[in-house]
Each structure stands twice: as C-alpha cells, then as structure tokens.
C-alpha cells in the first residue's frame, strides 16, 4: 500500500520541524547563556576545549575514515589538503576563510589532476 507522494512543501516542513528548529532552539540557548560568560572564566576555557576537540575529531574522521565521494580520495592527498589549507590559515593572517578556500581547492585541483 502506497500513499501519495509528498509534497515540496510537507518535505519543507518536515525539514524545518526535524533539522532546523531543534539545533537553533540550541544555539540560542547558546548565545543566551554565553553573554553572561566572561572571557577568561573556566567554563568558557572548558567550553573551547570541547569545540575544539569536536573539530579535531570530524577533521581526523574525514582524514582516515571518510564516508562518500571522499573515500576514493587517496589519503596523502587528503592530508595534502589539510596542510595546505593550515598553511594558507597561516599565511593569509590566520584567515579561517583563506585556509579553507586552500585546502578545498587542493583537494579539488589533486582530483582533477589524477583523472
């Protein structure tokens, strides 16, 4: 027994109800509690290890166990990307947006070139 196909607008709803609201309901919670950290305070310092822990993870995962496309990526040049991508961090004034513009057109210029 088949339904009716869903619509682009129930798809819509189903993704604003399930995926967006839960994790921005978070993220204001978030914001409203961090005004009242300061800077220097152990719990901010606690909370940046484990956002930067949590980064380091999904980085190592996407290095060594990749899932998708990325699996057929060799490794040495996906480590390739990423330390080309530390250096352009490095190089352009700690620019997050430099360092990712790098590596991901490393990464995207080593496939090209391999096919």
Excluded: C, D, Q
Excluded at 67 to 77: D, F, H, Q
């Amino acid at each position: 027994m088949t339904g009716a196909p869903m619509t682009e607008g129930a798809a819509l709803l189903i993704v604003l109800l399930a995926g967006f609201l839960p994790t921005e309901i978070w993220r204001s919670l978030a914001i409203l509690a961090g005004r009242r950290l300061e800077e220097g305070s152990p719990v901010f310092h606690w909370v940046k290890a484990v956002a930067t822990a949590l980064l380091a993870a999904v980085v190592a995962r996407l290095l060594f166990a990749p899932a998708g496309a990325l699996a057929a990526v060799p490794l040495l040049l996906r480590l390739g990307a990423v330390v080309g991508g530390v250096a352009g961090f490095l190089a352009l004034r700690r620019s997050v947006f430099a360092g990712v513009l790098v590596g991901e057109l490393l990464l995207v210029a080593g496939i090209l070139l391999s096919h």
